[in-house]
Every structure is written in C-alpha cells, then in structure tokens.
C-alpha cells in the first residue's frame, strides 16, 4: 500500500512475504537438523526434511491466503512440508515445535537481515554526515532556537549533530539481540521430552541465533528492542529531514536539494523530496512502533496482539529503510550555499564559540565508531 | 505486508495502488470535463483528455516507482497523460491542479467506495449480532466485570450491546463527509481566473463529491473525521473479538468458534481465529489512525505528515474492512452453549433484571436504522 | 505534572479531583432524586440523601487515595455518603447503581462543562481569525507548499483557512453526545426490578443528560466521540501554531508573537510562545485520544481500558483547553507585517486567484455558524 | 489529574514540580561550580549563588505559573535567582547556559532519582515472582494458547516468565545513560569563550552525569532511551496484570487476589484491583513513550516537540511507577491455588515437559542479575 513510492526496492523485497517463507523454512529445516544433533530425529529423515525446506517448491501467495482460516501461515506450511517430505520422515517435520516457535524465529532472521541493509544505509548516511561535518566545519551559520535565529554556529556542528545522532542509533540497531524461538505447543518443549532443553540450544546455534533463557512467546522484550532501534533510525532521519526542509525555505535558502521534487503546477519548484519522504516514513515507523512495544500477550500465547506484530513489523523495518535511505539521499546530494548562511548571519565577526571543537568530538566518536 | 492474511480480497483491492489510479484518472476526467462545462477548457479538447483517462493504459506499479522522485504518484502520471492526449489539448490536462488535488480528490474518492465496502460487512454483522438477541433475548449467563463473575445477566443482552455499538459505527461511517479537493497550485485557483469557484463547484459535482467551503490541502478535517470512523469500527470489531475470545475460554466454555483455527501443536484445538483477527486487525487500524489525526499541515502544503497519510489511510481502511470481515464471520458462525451459560451462573432463578428489556429496546434501535 | 504551565487555570479547575467528585455527588443526588419519582426510593430518604450530597462534606485528596484499595474513587464515597446519610435511608444511598455508573455519568458531566469553556476559547479563536481574514483579505502573501515558495496568495485566505477549521471544529465539539450511565451492577439494572428502565430515563432527565439506548459500560462510543473531537481542537490549534512558527521565523518575518516570550541566553529574542505551547498541547492531547479510542472493554466492565480513560480524559480535556487557549491568544496578539509579506513576493503585481472569493466565503460559513 | 489513585505517593512525589525545582537549582549551582574549578567564575561568586541555589526559597507553582510567559519555568527562576544573589555575582549566575540546559539537565536528574525508585519496585517484584517460580517449579497448570486450554505447564514456569522479563526490564533501565545537557544559548557554548568544551565537562562531573559528545538539545536520543526502557517496564507490568486477571476469573480461579477491590454494587466480589491498575497505568505509559520519541526537533531548539517532553516525561516515569507498583503488589499478596490449577488440567500424570528446567535457567539469570 503505497510502499514503492516510500520504500527503495531492497526493503520492500527485504519483508516480504517470500522472504518471511524463507526465514520460516530455514526455522523447519533447523527444526529437523537439530533434531538429528540432538537425536530425537533420524539423520536421514532430518535430511529428507532439509531437501524440502526449499523456497522454490512454495507459493508464499497461497500460504498466506491459506493462512487466513488457522491465523497464521505456519499452518499451511507444515501441512504443505509434511506432505512433501511423505513416509517415514513427515512425523518428524515441525517436530516439538509451534506455528509461533517459527514465526518468532522467522520475525528475528527478518529483521536480522534487514537491519543489516539498515546498517549499510546508515553507514552510507553517517559518512556524508562527516563529511558535511568535515568540510564546513568552520562555516559560520545561524543556529536557530525556537525557529528563530539565535547565536551563530557552523553548519559542520550542524552536522554533526545529525552525525552523533546516526552514530548513536546505529550502535543501538548493532546492540540488538535475536533470540530464537523455541517453545513448542506451550512453552514447555515437552514433545522434546528431556532433551528440550538441549534442542533449544542446538536450534539456536543452527541458526546463529541468540540461545534465550526461556521461550519468549508471551514476553516481547526482543520485539520491543527492534522497534525501539527502528523508532530512533526514523527520528533520526527525520530530524535530518525537518532541518533540510527548513534550511531549504526560499527565504532561508541555505541548502538545496537535488534535482527533482517536481511540482504539477509549478515547474519551476524543487522540492525537497527526499527530505520530506524521510520525515513521512518516520511516521509511520513510530505509529508501528507502538504496536510493537504495547501489546498484552496473554497467557503462554497472545490472542490478537502477537498477530498484530507481524504486519507492524514488516512496515516498521521496511518504513525505517525508507526513511534512513531518504535521509541519506538528502544529505548526500545536499548542495550548501555559505555564502547565504553568511547573509543570514548579520554579523561581521561571528563568534561560533566551540563549534568547531565539538566537530572534532563527533568526527572522532565517528571514526571510534567504525573501528 | 501480511495483508494476505488479515484482509479480504475485497478490501485488499479496494485500496491498492490500480485504484487510487483509477481515482486519479476519475479527478483528471472530471477536471477535464468540469474545465468544458465552466467554458475554461475546449469541449473537444475535454473529450480528448477524458478518452486517454482509461486506467488500462497505465501501470500504477511504475507510476509509483517513478512517482518516487517527484514525491507523489500524481507528477509521472500527469506527464504520461499529457503526452498520450498531446496536441493542442496536452495544455489543457490537470488545468488549474496541483497534484495534491488529484490525489486528495482520490482518497475521498478510495475511501467512499471502501466504506461502502466496509457499510456491507456492518450491515452483516448488525445482522447477525441481532439474530442472536433476538434467539438469546431471554437465556441467561453470568455478567462480568472485572472479568469476575457478577449478577445474571442474558447473552441476548450482550449481543444487543454488540448490535448498538455497530449500529452506532455504522451511522458514523455513513455520515461521513467526502469533499472534493480543487485548489491549484497554493490554494487560489489563480491559473483559472475567474473562474475559480465556479469551476469548484463543477468539480465536484461531476465526481458527486461535496463542495468544500475552502481547499482543504492543510485542513485535515475531512481526513480525520474517516479515521475516526474506522477507528470505531474497528473498537467495535475488537470488543466483539475480546468477548468471543473470553467467552471460548476452555473453562468457559459458553460459545464455540467455527472449525478451523488450527493448531500445528495440538490437531485437537479449535482456536478463535476470527475473533483473534478482529482483535489483530484493530490494533494495526488504531495505530494508523493516530498518523491521520495527528499531524501538522505546515503553511499551504505539508512536507511529509501529508504524504504519510497515503499510507496510513490505505492501511487503516484496509484493516477496518480486515477487523469488521472478521468479527462478522466470527458472530455469523458462533455457536452458543446456553446450558453452559446456565451451568457457569449457578443460581437456580436468575433475576436479569431489564436485560430483556434492553434487547428490545437495541432490536428496535437496529429496526430504525434500517429505515 | 506541568500543567500549570500549559493548561490556563480555568481548564486544569474543570478536570481537577474535586469537579469530578462534584459531579459524582451529582449523579448520586439524580440517582436518589429519580428513585424518589419513580417509586422506589420513598421522597423523605431521597430528600436525606440529596442533603449530603454537598461537595464540601467530602475531601477528594482523602477518596482518591482510599479509591487506590477498590480501583475507584466511588466505592470510598458511597461508604462515606451511606454513613451520614445513616438510618433509614442509609440502603436507598446508590441504589441500583453500580460505580462505573457514577463515574461514567461523572466523565460526561465533566466532558460537558469542559467542552463548554472549550467552546468560549474557540469562539475567540475564530473571531480573532475573522477578524484576520477580513483585515487582509486582500493583503498578498506568498503561499508556502512544502516549505517553498509557491505562487501568491492573501493573508486573509490562510486566516480564513484556520477560521474555518476552527469552526468546523467547534462544530463538531457542540454536536457531541453525553449520555448519562445507569446500568446497575451488570447492565442489567436488576436491583431496581421492573422499574429500571424508568429509572433511566428519570436519571437522565435530572441530569440534562442523554437517555441512552443501552447502558455503555462496556461500548465507549461516547469516549471516543469525545476524544476525537478533543484531537480536532488540538489539531486545528497545532496547524495555527505551527504557521505562526514559521511565519515569525526571522528569515520570514511576515507576523510577529506578541511580547514575551523571553530567553534566559538571549535577552533581545522574542519567541513565538503561544505557538509553540498549542503545538506542545497538541502533542498531549492526541497521545491521550488513543488511550480514549483504542481499548478493548472486556465482557460487562474492563479490567483496565476502562480505568486508564480517568486520567486520559481529565488529560485530554484539560490539554485541548491548553491548546485552543495559547492559539487564541497566539492569533488575537498577532502583529501582521504586510510589507514583510510584499516584499518575501517578489511579484509586482501578485494575482492571488480567488483567494478573495475564498475569504467570503469562509466568513459567510463563519457567520452562518453563529445563528 | 487522577494521580492520586494510581500512583504511590514516592512516585507522584518523584516527578513533582518541586522535584524538577530541586534539580534545576541544582543545575545551576552545579554550574557556578564548575565555573569556578574551569576559572570562569570567581570563587567567591560561585559561592554566593550555590547559596541561593536551595529550594526553600522558591515556590515551584508561582515558578510554574509565570513559565506559562517565557514557555518554560527556568526564565522566571533565572530571574529570581539573579536577583536573590544580586550585586558583582548576579552577572555569574545562569552564565553560559540556556533555558534548556538546565531543564534537560533537570529532566536527566529527576529520571535518574525515579528509575533508583523504580528498580527497587523491581527489585521487589522480581524477588515476589522469584519466589512463586520456586515454590511452584512442580505445580502443574494448564498452559493456555490463545486462551484455549493447551499442554500442561507448571505455575512456576508462569512465574519464571515474568521473573526473566522483569530482569530484563531492570536491565534495559540500570543501562540507561544519563547525560548533562550544556550548550548555552544555542550549542556553541560560546558565552564561555574558549573555556566551552572544559566547563561541559566539569558540569557533568558536578552532577555525576555523563559527558555528552556534544550538547543534545535537538537530538533526543537520552529521552527516547528512558522512554523506551519505561515503555518496558509498563509492558512487563501489564503482561502480569493480564495473566492475574485471566487466572482470577472465577471459570479459572487458580489465583486470588489480595483482599480489597471492593465493589459498590456487589459486596461479595473480589476484583484483582492491582492486576487491573498494572495494565491501567501501562495504557498511560505507552502513550506518553509515544510523545518521547517520536518528536521532530527542529534546528537547535524544537518548537513545541521540546515542550510537550516535560509533562510527557513526567507522567511516564510516575505510571510506570504505578506499573511496577501495582505488579509488584499483586505478585506479592497473589494466593496460588494449586488444587484448582491441578482440576483445571484433567490430566492425570500432566507431563511438563522441560517447564521445570526453565524454571532453573530463569532462577539462575536471576541471580546473575543480582551479582
């Protein structure tokens, strides 16, 4: 809904259904591969399952439309997997496991991923960010309180005040955990009989996920963890993206966008796109957000509220690409004009007190940030 | 993203990207033959534009991509059309437009038929909620507050409270206003001289849209009073969900659910999916909801809580369809165990007090509606 | 927590613990006084009861802290009430009542005398607008799409924009429903045997309050028509607040804020204070309008959704009157600088279309509002 | 408004207006201090303002009341304390700083002081939910999916979920980060002179903050943080307040509440008062995180976003407060029925899987976190 024109290719494809398939057949496949570490699955049979855990023989269409009668896709997975592999080894398919044990496990690869595309914008973002820092370090500019303007600074403070700011929610995004899920029908593993608790870790190992101490199925802290970093990926970049439209008004005229921003009615205009499309992502990666982090899971498995994540999710990681990704068009295509910061400043002299020293403090938080 | 399996196909479509196309093209017509009828465009030169407004002749998911650059899908679309009615009409496509009228003018436009939609299913659910005051009206089950068992009560007087609070949704929904949006270029009309309001006025009568008092690009009036509506729907689908939810409880046993809701765990469990859906969907309505209502339109045009609103309101329609689909066919297909109710009550002679009383007086607030 | 800063005396007085407790004894007098003419509270113990129904026998600090223990401020004043009322008429205190009726009826008691300040602060609100729109009607301005420059307009057309979202706003605010709330323990209103529905109607009636088909214990249709209606005022202030932001940018410089407004760094500033609080309560106010529109109300009382709403209301009401109070003063104290907004033109002879047009119209919908 | 009712008088007390007095003043000693260490301030001077820097001598409403001009409370309390210190020493007092400095400075130090409170609320609730896990590690309870009955589990697996999300949740807040704020009138520092970046770092260490890399006025990553970590707090609470209140029900009645939850029309109940406060002040809670991080800061000051943190903040920090407070009351007085948990099973020989196993693993992340 509307997500080509927000969200560059790569995070579209980055949340979509066939990539939450994939997510869910590696889950299955660890499922059986571990089983046979373990040894409640038969090798061969664990490698009959493996063989089906193949993305190719799926339509993620028709799981998710099938999906809608038993509340989620797992289900029709299973029996379509079940079914594939046939004989003797379909008992094992889905063995000790739970429709939530893969859907967790799938959300947390998911979002692995994509918030390695999210590092990888964010890095791209940070490093215009040093260099506009770097460059217009000493470049005498009104800071502005309240919208009004005030003592002067450098436009390199101002950046990078947008670079400690990436910096910062980078290291947080890094900072995530991704427990597998492992819990079966409850929470118990008990179709594992005593080697539940050996199959968690080995599951969590196949997947080079994170071991958690116990099922998560009713307690979100890992969700609420992601949303919290994509909630400061977006107001990040939205930041960068409210200060460049400001800096880009007619008549403050510090900034220019690229080219483009086209208006229908007025051809001559050139919005300031990617600012604004920065900005409007955000939105709606901080109302997902909410969804993420306020749920009541009830019991050993929420009745609505875990559903809820799963669409909240994908929009929120997607959302957050699009907005770190327009942020960093925005600012690596930025033109800067300092002889209009000049203008606006009014002032022969300008004091920019430390200004500049506080350049060289980000410049090299940045650069401790990268090593 | 997940919509698959939380909203109909009905609704799904209702929203999608072809279309908000085909609304688009309904603004460029109706501006095309409203320019004719004020005497600002050439009849023939309408006739030429309305002909190449024919959404088979363009594909959304480019419009979209390309609409990336320029910001909104409304500038590749208008450059398309104008070159395809070239000549001497080409000057006359999108005359007097800005994008943001067209695709204000089409989510008016998306969000009528939707509620349309959305109208069918209330209407269904209003049924089936009746039928089941009517049948119930006299079998009594425990009330509860708090979640603990209270005073007698009967289950006709729960559906009855399920009926008003749709009915009530429902009027809420069909009162809706849904304004045309023509204001040019800022909001003067000024490329159509004279003509402005008159032109307006045609506007929207040829779309059988309201006449607004002003353009309403950065009064979200209009916009908000649509989340508001759905955000009811959706609070009425999630009430009905959460009572079906409790009242399947396997220790209380009082209604049961549909077949399905299957679980990969545990064959045996018939779990309350529909219910659980309703319950899901309302949460993602409610948090799109918020991006509808509360941003700030800046000066003439906002820089990125108008765009955020394209998809949050696709989302929120979407999902509304997705929480009333589901609590309809949750009520529609409920089984309810009276004896279990009596079983729970545990008084021999329950007092209802004025619960009958109250289902008469909802049947007749239903039957009113109706009229 | 703050409000003292953002909310003016007379809201934070009209949401304060001792309004509610006065409209909690107001609901206990119309409970005795109904009983009494509907038969079944005899005439003298209503009379007894009425009596001490007198505010300033009680301590709201006392009950509210005592309410901790029962999740309520009215099971602490029934006990309170029944002991000096004692004797005979002690067991007619809250008959048939349950405390979710008091407190429910108390909301729309508060609700409504709260909308009623807020309707005198909108009512200045759109005169200082009027007066704006008529003043410059003509006055030219460019107008601002996405931050940019875009092609003229008047000052008055942007007054008349805030004018009418104003009073489209109040509109809405004056067509709320405050339906009173009697339902007894359960909805049922069993206590008062076959005269519960008589009772109703004899409640609502001393109240001034609506009859409502059903009781709404549990369907919070009324809520969350308040709190959209509170999110409209917080928006239309917000969007004035934030024009006048940037309109009093230094670099724009079209109006001014009145005096105030002081920094503690630079003594010659002149913020634009009011603006920045209508945003600030703005910000408030819709955070707590998704606390009134989005909670699940279990069975016949909610275990918490219901609770939260006390203070999300008393919020909201009191954040909105915040809101709607600083942009009234923020437009009634605005200085206009039209030689400012000439010169920002950069057009000798600025056509601004029908913006005139736009602003009659705008004061006949005010004017017409007004009968 | 409301407070009262749901919130310990520690926490309201905590984020009281004289609390942020408190803090404020402590900022501004803290800053002749380090004037005086850094040489900017003569020692004598820094002196005579530390001693004005005490909190009797200021009334926080009347500091309140007259904020509502300047939009903050700081500018009347600069102005106060200037005057009280007068002579050669009043040029020295607030010197270098800005309004924000001291507020955010304030906010860090009152969230610090709150979230100690709130650890040790944590401390107890993890002790309480510890302490059913073990006493309960064998119990055997029917784990509930979706609210249907599901395998069987143990109560004190039940118990080990909300102990490790508990830890969890202690863990996320005793990491918080909580920097002094100082950058003067605009982030420059340069009221200090070449002195800026040495006075920023004798500040923090006066107050025992951390350091920040650069002044944060606009980039609002510390309160996102704190918000994020309540936002945690409130969820944990809440997923108990849900579970006890599920498990209450008298269909279930495998826990009891404590004595208490009067009801004013059913004296016999019981209601799980402070289960239902927990999920009450959590719905709080989330909605001011809302406000906390999905603020626009705009330049070097935002116009409103900043604002709107004050009372957002403070009602965060005193309902997660009555979160925890109300969980941690409830898990503490909890009566555990093990016998109803046993009939509820219908499983002769329940097998538990690896519930006990978890048990061990929750009980031994416990006592880690304690080390």
Sequence with gaps: MFERLFVPDAFRDAVAEPVWLD????????LANAGSLVGVVPPADAAAIAEQCDPSLYDADVLWTEGRAAGNPVEPLVRSLRERVGGDAAPYVHLGATSQDVLDTAAMLVSRSTAGLLGGELDDLAAACAALAQEHRSTPISARTLLQ????????AKAAGWLVAVVDAHAQ??????PAQLGGAAGTLAALGPRGVEMLAAYAAELELEEPVLPWHADR??????????????????????????????????????????????????????????RACARIVHANVGVLTAGEHEHERAAGAWHAEWPALSTALAYAGGSAAAA????????????????????????????EAFVDRALARYESSRE
Excluded: W
């Design 221 to 278: 802290g890992p969700v609420a963890a992601i949303a919290a970093a994509l909630g400061r990926v977006a107001a990040v970049s939205a930041k960068i993206g409210v200060d460049v439209v400001l800096l880009a008004q007619t008549e403050v005229g510090e900034v220019s966008p690229r080219e483009g921003g086209r208006s229908t009615a007025m051809p001559h205009k050139r919005n300031p796109v990617d600012a604004v499309l920065a």
């Design 328 to 355: 960093r068009a925005c600012v690596q295509d930025l033109a800067v004009h300092p002889e209009r910061m000049r203008a606006n400043l009014a002032a022969d002299e300008p004091d920019v007190g430390s200004a």
């Design 173 to 178: 995004l890094a900072a995530l955990h991704y």
């Design 149 to 156: 303007r005030a003592v002067p600074s450098t436009f390199g």
């Design 23 to 30: 997510a869910m057949l590696d889950a299955e496949r660890a």
